[in-house]
């Protein structure tokens, strides 16, 4: 797999991103969505975070903007905040609402990104890029069809997203999102309480290595198991991506991971899935 950049964010794992008009990034009702001004401090960051926020969802195919509205419209409204400082690194958390057009609130994300002080007091195009490419993962869900619920599966197969091994960064915490949020598209009923009966548990290892030439190999091997701990197979992806790219938040680099890897993993998922009843007729 190439390494696919897009300035100024690398996008690694992009390759099989979902084409346009894709029904998994359907909006509800094709309408567009109204990013209102950012409140909050600092200014800088608050006045460059609309424009970015609508890039990074028109990158996920989802209508977005900053500048214009239609009577059809949802709004996006958001405001961020200063945490206080850790060391040399400040979080600015960015609270997001969603309202339909009726005004009616469709519910609200949060997402939390650590940089230097200056880079937010300044609006640093990096920082703030980041920060919307993490909140736009985070309101994929809100933005797009309401996925079916396991009441409304019909008795489809019952997947356990585990837990991600080895990972840097946030990448424990935003790889199950991604990949939740990506297959929960399929005719699939998404459990996530560890407790809950699965048909198939869906867990995945990372290895990074050491940086070499300002680059680093990136290794992730999904891994489908059947309730008994049996493996039915494994999906494997590898990408060179720029030094410390992984370190901190992933970003949209975990929603790439995720829709590159669906394919094989759907493919293990039908290898695995437990055979349907047989259909009961009346006597």
């Known amino acids: 797999m190439l390494l696919a950049a897009c300035q100024p964010l690398p996008h690694p794992f992009a390759d099989d991103a ?22 909050g401090t600092p200014r ?6 609309g424009p ?4 990074a969802l028109q990158q996920r195919d989802i209508a977005a903007s900053d500048k214009t509205a239609s009577i059809g419209s949802y709004e996006l409204v958001g405001r961020i905040e200063e945490m ?65 619920t396991e009441a409304d599966s019909g008795g489809h197969t019952r997947l356990r997203i585990g837990g991600v091994e080895g990972a840097p ?8 999102r991604a990949i939740t949020e990506i297959l929960k598209r399929q005719d699939l009923a998404i459990v996530t309480d560890p407790e809950a009966m699965a048909d198939l548990v ?13 680059k680093q190999n990136v290794k992730i091997v999904w891994r489908v198991r059947r309730k008994d701990g049996g493996e039915i197979g494994t999906v494997g992806q590898e990408n060179d991506v720029p ?34 009843p047989p259909p009961t007729g009346k006597s």
């Open 52 to 55: 970015a926020m609508a890039s």
């Open 44 to 49: 800088a960051t608050a006045e460059k975070l």
């Open 18 to 39: 979902p084409h346009r008009g894709s029904a998994m990034l359907t909006l509800r009702d094709s309408a567009s969505v109204t990013i209102a001004p950012i409140d």
């Open 169 to 176: 960064g946030d990448g424990r915490e935003s790889l199950p």
């Open 84 to 148: 206080p400082p850790s060391g040399d690194k400040v979080a600015l958390v960015a609270v997001w609402a969603l309202h339909d057009p009726s005004g009616q609130s469709l519910g609200e994300r949060t997402e939390r990104l650590e940089a230097a002080a200056r880079d937010w007091e300044e609006g640093s195009e990096d920082a703030v890029v980041h920060l919307a490419a993490a909140s736009a993962e985070r309101l994929a869900a809100l933005l797009q069809d309401d996925a079916p």
């Open 202 to 214: 869906l867990d995945a290892d990372v290895v990074v290595a050491n940086p070499k030439a300002g």
């Open 243 to 276: 030094a410390g790219l992984l370190d901190g938040p992933w970003g949209d680099v975990a929603y790439m991971v995720a829709v590159s890897a669906q394919d094989g993993i759907m493919q293990l998922i039908a290898r695995g899935a437990p055979p349907a």
